[in-house]
């Protein structure tokens, strides 16, 4: 009897494998959800203007990083984001503006589902942002952040038919 069951597990495998039997059970890596990171006053603070810049910059991007492999507790992204808005601006160095422009892309990336209106908040900072050059490719990125390549709207409808 073991050798039939283990045919039959083989076979059950195959199966698997291939898509042809019946729904797999969930694997670990799909139950698997990341645990929410709460944004302490100290990292705040790294954000104040009273930092200096490359402080500011290598704490945006280990913002970054955390923003792509966890969920971001209640009001965390507002936080953080006006710690650092005033990076975007025009006179900033462009170290600083790409920094900010990448860090929305990630926390849009990373935190998207739970963003909501301030989806259309950032479209429209986005929108708004009067770029050099040079910021041109980092603002398409975080416009295409924002609709997932197109394909997702919520929040930017009449934005978006007002811009065009």
């Known amino acids: 009897m073991n050798k039939q ?3 039959e597990s083989l076979k059950d495998k ?10 797999r ?6 139950d698997f959800k990341p645990s929410e990171f709460i944004i302490t006053t ?3 603070r790294e954000l104040h203007p009273d930092c200096g810049l490359s402080n500011r910059v290598r704490t945006m991007n280990h913002i970054c990083d955390l923003a792509k492999s966890k969920k971001f507790e209640e009001n965390a992204v507002e936080a953080v984001w006006k710690a650092v ?3 975007l601006a025009p006179e900033q160095p462009p170290e600083a ?8 892309r990630a926390i849009i990336q990373g935190q998207g589902e739970r963003l909501g ?21 980092d603002r398409l990125e975080v416009f295409k952040a924002l609709t997932e390549n197109g394909k997702d709207i919520t929040y930017l409808e009449e934005d978006i038919g007002k811009t065009c």
Do not use: T
């Open 42 to 44: 100290d990292i705040i």
């Open 5 to 7: 069951q283990s045919k």
């Open 97 to 104: 503006r790409h920094a900010v422009l990448q860090l929305l």
């Open 25 to 30: 059970p969930p694997s670990k890596q799909s």
């Open 117 to 137: 209106p301030l989806r259309a908040y950032f479209f429209k900072v986005i929108r708004d942002y009067q770029p050099s050059n040079e910021d041109l490719s």
């Open 14 to 23: 195959v199966k698997g494998i291939l898509g042809l039997g019946g729904p």
């Open 85 to 87: 808005e005033d990076m």
